[in-house]
C-alpha cells in the first residue's frame, strides 16, 4: 500500500460513497482496502471497485495511513478490540463516521497515542455533494487533521467543529437532515396529487424543486423567493400558523438526544 493508503472498516453504504469519490479524485484501488464480515459484500466490493475487501479487519488495515470506521455504532467496540496492538503500534489517523460515539471511547479503544478524530457525513456523499461535520481533539497534529479533512473532503463540504458535542446536533441537522428534506417532498407531491396533478408530473416537479432550491440555497434566502401578497407567502403562512418551526425544533432535539444515547448505551 502506498503512502496515503486508506483501510475503511465497514463496506456498507457510506463506505462505499467514500471508495467512490476516492477512486473519482484518483487514487489507485490497490491504496484501498476494506474490512467486511459479509462475503456477498466482499464480492460486490471488489467487482464494482477493485480495491482489497478482507475478511479479517487486521489483514485491511495493516500498513495502511488512514483508518475509517464505518461500521455502525453498537459494532465499534467490538470491530477495535482486536485491533488495538496493530493500530496501536503502527498509529495511523483514524477517523470515526459511527454517530454517537465519542472519542474519549475510541481513544481507550485505539491506544493512547493514535491520532482519533470523528466526522458526521450525510447521505448527499454518495453523489459527491455531501457536507461533513469534523473534529479533532486538541492533542491531534495539524498533519492528523489535514489528513482527515483531506479523506473527508472527497465527498464534498468540510465544516470544523470546535467542540465534540456539537457533532450530536450536526448528526441531526445535516446527517439525518436529508430525510428532513425528503419527507417535505412526498408531502409536496401527495397534496398535488390530491390537488388534480398527475403523479409523474408531480413526482417530477416535487424531486426537482427539492434539488434546484438546494442548489439556490447556497446563494438566495427564504425572503427572496417570497413576494409580499403572493402565493408562495399564502403557503408560508399556513406552515407558520401550525408552528412548523417549532415542529422541527422538536424533530432535532430528539435526533440530537438520540445520538447522545449512542453514546452513553454503546461508548
Known amino acids: 500500500m502506498g503512502a496515503q493508503s486508506v483501510a475503511i472498516a465497514g463496506g456498507g453504504s457510506m463506505g462505499r460513497a467514500l471508495i467512490s469519490a476516492l477512486l473519482r479524485r484518483g487514487m489507485l484501488p490497490e491504496d484501498i482496502r476494506v ?37 455502525k455504532p453498537q459494532e465499534v467496540a467490538a470491530l477495535l478490540a482486536p485491533l488495538k496492538p496493530l493500530v496501536a503500534a503502527t498509529r495511523p489517523v483514524v477517523i470515526s463516521i459511527a454517530a454517537g460515539i465519542r472519542s474519549a471511547s475510541l481513544q481507550s479503544w485505539c491506544g493512547a497515542d493514535v491520532p482519533v478524530l470523528r466526522a458526521m457525513p450525510n447521505r448527499p456523499a454518495f453523489v459527491g455533494a455531501g457536507v461533513t461535520g469534523l473534529f479533532a481533539p486538541a492533542q491531534v497534529s495539524r498533519k492528523a487533521r489535514d489528513a482527515a479533512a483531506h479523506l473527508m473532503s472527497a465527498v464534498g463540504e468540510i465544516v470544523w467543529l470546535a467542540n465534540e458535542a456539537s457533532l450530536d446536533v450536526v448528526t441531526a441537522l445535516s446527517g439525518s437532515g436529508p430525510a428532513y428534506l425528503f419527507l417535505l417532498s412526498e408531502a409536496m407531491m401527495h397534496a398535488a396529487v390530491s390537488l388534480g396533478l398527475e403523479a409523474e408530473a408531480a413526482r417530477r416537479l416535487a424531486v426537482g424543486t427539492l434539488y434546484g432550491a438546494g442548489m439556490l440555497a447556497q446563494a438566495s434566502l427564504r425572503e427572496d423567493v417570497t413576494s409580499k401578497g403572493g402565493t408562495t407567502e399564502a403557503a408560508l403562512e399556513v406552515f407558520a400558523a401550525a408552528d412548523l418551526t417549532g415542529t422541527v425544533m422538536q424533530a432535532l432535539k430528539a435526533a440530537t438526544q438520540r445520538s447522545r444515547e449512542l453514546a452513553r448505551q454503546f461508548g
Open 35 to 71: 474490512a467486511e464480515v459479509s462475503p456477498e459484500a466482499r464480492a460486490s466490493l471488489t467487482r464494482d471497485f477493485a480495491v482489497g475487501a478482507f475478511e479479517d479487519a487486521r489483514e485491511a488495515i495493516a500498513g495502511c495511513a488512514v483508518m475509517v470506521i464505518a461500521v
